[in-house]
């Protein structure tokens, strides 16, 4: 069996295929892994099949690093070469319409009939991944931008504040405030962007809730970008404003809430500097 490195040729037919199953998974169709993994073995030079199963572990942790879906049957093995991490990029460059999907989950009868979503606990110190797990995924994370692809992906940011719309009606009302339920608003969509916040809402107990929405297909340790003046908003608002974090959007959304001061959570890093002329 070879032990040579894997060639670009070989790293685009798998990944390739393990797209196909991807998206078999995503969209609940049946699939065999081991017919797949034998379709593919005359195709890469020799290689056997625990080789190839090893590799779409690979790819696993490789999507994960890119705030993507993976397969759950695959779980992520991590110490991949970059040269995957390529062929992965060249898949999703050739596909765009992969990042662009939307769950198809949302119920016909309305929004207003959607469950609330799983609340958990935010990352911490505590749970993170072992370290070189963790620094190969931000790695990745800040070299393809991956916050900055899900930041200008419109379509993922306004389904997800339309789900975080639904999750508050279905939590007023399941706390017996329909009169507050009535009164949230859409902030983003109503007035436009602009006033740091995405959602106007209440706890049940009538405090306002000004609600900044940041969704991603990806993990709960996913970047994500904010603004300056979402920042001060969360400054000067402290005891109404919130970042709702909905993640794995693409399949079961899950979040976490962040309270200000942001930096009490996260790191934040400039990543954009105005340039003025003298």
């Not at 991949?80 to 662009?100: E, Y």
């Not at 979402?230 to 402290?238: K, Q």
């Not at 959007?249 to 809430?257: G, I, L, N, V």
Request: a negative charge; glycine letters at 8%.
């Amino acid at each position: 069996m070879s032990s040579e490195p894997w060639t670009d040729e070989e790293n685009d037919l798998i990944v390739a295929d393990y797209f196909a199953m991807l998206a078999d998974d995503v969209f609940g169709r049946p699939y065999s892994k081991a017919e797949h993994r034998r379709t593919l073995l005359p195709l890469l030079n020799g290689r056997s099949e625990g080789s190839i199963e090893f590799k779409h572990q690979n790819i696993s942790a490789v999507l994960k690093g890119l705030g993507e879906d993976w397969i759950p049957g695959y779980k992520p093995a991590f110490n991949f070469q970059m040269s995957l991490v390529d062929a992965v990029v060249r898949w999703l460059a050739i596909n765009p319409a992969w990042l662009g999907r939307l769950p198809d989950s949302r119920p016909a009868t309305g929004l207003e009939e959607s469950a609330p979503i799983w609340i958990g606990p935010p990352p911490t110190l505590s749970n993170q991944p072992p370290p070189l797990e963790l620094e190969q995924m931000l790695h990745i994370a800040g070299k393809f931008d991956v916050a900055g692809r899900d930041e200008r992906n419109r379509a993922l940011g306004r389904a997800g504040e339309e789900r975080v719309l639904a999750h508050e009606w279905a939590s007023l009302r399941s706390a017996g405030r329909d009169d507050l339920a009535r009164k949230v608003r859409w902030v983003s969509e109503e007035d436009g962007d602009g006033a740091g916040y995405d959602i106007a809402s209440f706890a049940p107990d009538g405090q306002a809730r000004l609600i900044e929405v940041k969704t991603t297909n990806g993990w709960e340790r996913t970047p994500f970008h904010i603004t300056r003046n979402e920042l001060a908003v969360a400054d000067e608002r402290r005891s109404e404003w919130c970042l709702f974090r909905l993640w794995n959007f693409s399949r079961e959304p899950k979040a976490f809430e962040l309270y200000p001061p942001l930096d009490a959570h996260v790191t934040l890093t400039a990543t954009a500097f105005v340039a003025g002329f003298h």
